[in-house]
């Protein structure tokens, strides 16, 4: 790994925030201040490319990236609010219905944050 794969790889492993690339691009910025975005994207792509990374990608929102450690995510439908959660491991019935063509699952679950929830019983009650 160069030096900018092993601080992106870094950064984003020590993060359970879901960064995007430019919230990656001011952290590696703060140790290496001449950094271009460019690089950071590029990097970045190398790394998903090579399976290091996981890429999480909602409708409406900037591509997130992630630690590959198994784990799943609940997606807030109205923020976008990304949360860290583990379901019950579901590879053995998926490999039972598709067979051995299965490689992996990627699950989001969608739901309302308890913040949108807040705010929209707020509004209701006005
Ligand atoms: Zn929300
Ligand atoms: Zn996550």
């Not at 790994?1 to 590696?28: C, D, G, P, R």
């Not at 699952?105 to 707020?122: A, G, I, M, T």
């Amino acid at each position: 790994m160069t030096t900018y794969e092993q601080k992106i790889y870094t950064v984003i492993n020590a993060s359970t925030e879901h960064l995007t690339v430019e919230q990656i691009f001011k952290q590696v910025k703060e140790e290496y201040p001449k950094v271009v975005l460019a690089t950071i994207y590029n990097n970045v792509n190398k790394l998903w490319k090579a399976g290091l990374i996981r890429k999480i990608s909602v409708a409406g929102s900037p591509d997130r990236y992630d630690r590959t450690q198994k784990h799943d995510h609940l997606v807030c439908r109205r923020c976008g609010r990304l949360v860290d959660t583990s379901f019950e491991d579901l590879t053995a019935s998926l490999r039972n219905s598709v067979g051995d063509a299965f490689l992996y699952y990627d699950l989001k679950v969608f739901y309302l944050c308890p913040d949108c929830r807040k705010q929209l019983n707020d509004n209701n009650n006005i």
